[in-house]
């Protein structure tokens, strides 16, 4: 099942996704879509970083 690190991972992509989210349409701001874009590249960064620490905790 998930444990509590999987659900800190999930968290952290999904609160990276809405940041970009924000970025991109200017929920927060100005409009800036390159830093939308940006910050969006960290999701899959922090979604494999979570993976490999998790793999190499050998869980």
Request: glycine share 10%.
């Amino acid at each position: 099942m998930f444990t509590k690190s999987d659900f800190l991972i999930l968290a952290a992509a999904f609160l990276s996704f809405l940041f970009s989210i924000s970025l991109w349409f200017g929920f927060l701001g100005a409009i800036n879509k390159d830093a939308g874009i940006f910050v969006g590249l960290w999701v899959p960064s922090i979604l494999a970083v979570g993976n490999y620490f998790k793999i190499k905790a050998g869980r």
